[in-house]
């Protein structure tokens, strides 16, 4: 079955470092990664999107790289700030024999900038 | 542009009420969805839309139905709530199904089921 795994469920950093954040799947041929950042008892929030002939996507802070063949993608925020904190989620679209079913969510990985 | 607009916000029923949480959209996005939150289990998909008039079942549907008669909304319904539906409930809907536009979120409903 497809199944998305991030890489831990808690990230502690120190203010100004380099988080970098994990995302592996499996049984997935996706043509495209997404990321997104949630807070407390808000909805997630959509951050990059990338696609399968792109090695690298950045914004601003953010930068997202893409390996297909190790089926992993990470995820880097430069210089972090304590207003970074917050849960990161990865997300692919889940294929079954009737085609597309929708974007699957890897569990997150909750990311505390510590000053 | 209100986005993704999803009511009630909180909500506690009996075992056995049914009752409809409501989404609608205004971004004419045709592809909709619906998820539940739970603690270590991340965003699971229930149902989704890829257009008015069509719906499928996603990872957990039993126990909800949905139906989409407009572009606009895409209602989600309890038939008869059990324990195990207390979740946070999200409605997602993006431009297209094939994962290659962002999805937007509504802010959620946080549902206790006693």
């Known amino acids: 079955s497809q199944k998305i795994e991030q890489n831990s469920e808690a990230l502690n950093i120190q203010e100004g470092k380099t988080a970098t954040l994990t995302c592996n799947y499996t049984n997935y041929s996706p043509a495209y990664l997404q990321w997104y950042r949630q807070d407390p008892g808000r909805g997630p929030v959509f951050l990059l999107l990338?696609?399968?002939?792109?090695k690298e996507k950045r914004k601003e802070r953010l930068k997202v790289t893409f390996d297909t063949t190790l089926k992993q993608s990470l995820f880097h925020i430069t210089a972090s700030q304590p207003a970074d904190s917050a849960t990161y989620l990865c997300a692919l679209l889940q294929y079954s024999g009737g085609g597309a079913d929708g974007l699957t969510f890897g569990k997150g990985t909750h990311l505390i900038i510590q000053p | 542009n209100a986005g993704v607009t999803q009511t009630p916000k909180f909500q506690v029923l009996k075992t056995g009420q049914s009752m409809t949480l409501q989404c609608a959209q205004d971004m004419n996005h045709e592809y909709m969805s619906w998820y539940r939150q739970d603690p270590g289990m991340g965003l699971r998909l229930i149902h989704y839309s890829v257009g008015a008039g069509i719906t499928d079942q996603g990872e957990v549907p039993n126990g909800y139905n949905v139906s989409r008669s407009t572009t606009e909304d895409f209602p989600l319904r309890l038939l008869s709530a059990a324990p195990s539906q207390t979740s946070v409930y999200f409605c997602?809907?993006?431009?297209?199904?094939?994962?290659?536009?962002?999805?937007?979120f509504g802010q959620g409903t946080r549902l206790t089921v006693v």
């Open positions: 997602a809907s993006s431009y297209s199904s094939q994962g290659n536009t962002e999805a937007f």
């Open positions: 990338i696609r399968e002939n792109e």
